[in-house]
C-alpha cells in the first residue's frame, strides 16, 4: 500500500525566507504526483503536477522536483511571503493512470512571519 | 462550469441522521473522486467514478456509505445513519489528463 509521508509537519519562518518542504512515498511505480496548497476551512487549490517522466515543474516562485526511483520530491518556495501561509499537500497517483486515485500525505503547516 | 461546486459548505446532524452531499464537477470530466478529511490529516479517497460507472469503492469506511452520479454529471454521497466518527470534510474532484481539481468540500458535523 502507498504511503506518503511529509516533513516537517509544521514551520514558521520569517519573510523573504527561501524554504524546502519535502514529500517521500514508499512505492515508486507512480503515475504523477501534485503538490497542493490548502487554506483554513477551504478546499484544495492545484500548484504543480509533475509526470512521472518529469524531473520538475515551476510557477512563479515555486519549483517542484521529482526523484521517482528515491521515492521523493520536494517544493521550494523562494522569496516566501505571509500570503503563503497555508497546508501544503502532496499526493501520488498509482502508475498506469486509470482508476487510481491519490494518496495524500498529512500536510506541512506553513506559517509566514511578516 | 468553471469549478467543481459543492454543496452544501456545512452540515450538522444529529447521530442516526441520514445525509446527501452534493458535487457538481467540470463539465466535460469523466473522472470523479470522493475523498474524506479528517482533522489535521490529508485527504483519504473514497470512492471513483469513469462517467456514470463506480469503478472504485474500495475506500468506503462501511455500508452505510453509499455514492451515485447517475447520468455521469452530478454526484451524490450518501451517509446513512450517521455517526460522530463521520464528521469530517468530504472533498470531491474531477480529473483532467491527471490534473485533479478539487471543490470546497463540505463540512459535516454529526451531534
Known amino acids: 500500500k502507498q504511503e506518503v509521508t511529509q516533513i516537517p509537519a509544521a514551520l514558521s519562518v520569517p519573510e523573504g525566507e527561501n524554504l524546502v518542504l519535502n514529500c517521500s512515498f514508499t512505492d515508486s511505480a507512480i503515475y504523477n504526483l501534485q503538490w497542493f496548497r490548502q487554506d483554513p476551512g477551504k478546499g484544495l487549490t492545484s500548484l504543480l503536477l509533475?509526470?512521472?517522466?518529469?524531473r520538475e515543474q515551476t510557477s512563479g516562485r515555486l519549483n517542484a522536483s521529482l526523484d521517482k526511483s528515491s521515492g521523493r520530491s520536494t517544493l521550494y518556495i523562494a522569496a516566501s511571503q505571509p500570503g503563503d501561509s497555508a497546508t501544503y499537500l502532496c499526493?501520488?497517483?498509482?502508475?498506469?493512470?486509470?482508476?487510481?486515485?491519490?494518496?495524500f500525505g498529512k500536510g506541512t503547516h506553513l506559517i509566514i512571519q511578516p | 462550469g468553471a469549478g467543481v461546486s459543492q454543496s452544501p459548505r456545512y452540515k450538522v446532524a444529529k447521530r442516526g441522521q441520514d445525509v446527501a452531499l452534493r458535487c457538481d464537477p467540470i463539465s466535460g470530466h469523466v473522472s470523479l473522486f470522493w475523498y474524506q478529511q479528517a482533522l489535521g490529516q490529508g485527504p483519504e479517497f473514497l470512492t471513483y467514478f469513469q462517467n456514470e460507472a463506480q469503478l472504485d469503492k474500495s475506500g468506503l469506511p462501511s455500508d452505510r456509505f453509499f455514492a451515485e452520479r447517475p447520468e455521469g454529471s452530478v454526484s451524490t454521497l450518501k451517509i446513512q445513519r450517521t455517526q460522530q466518527e463521520d464528521s469530517a470534510v468530504y472533498l470531491c474532484?474531477?480529473?483532467?489528463?491527471?490534473?485533479?481539481?478539487f471543490g470546497s468540500g463540505t463540512r459535516l458535523t454529526v451531534v
Open positions: 499526493a501520488v497517483s498509482g502508475s498506469g493512470g486509470g482508476a487510481d486515485g491519490l494518496t
Open positions: 474532484a474531477s480529473r483532467y489528463r491527471g490534473g485533479y481539481t
Open positions: 509533475i509526470q512521472s517522466s518529469q
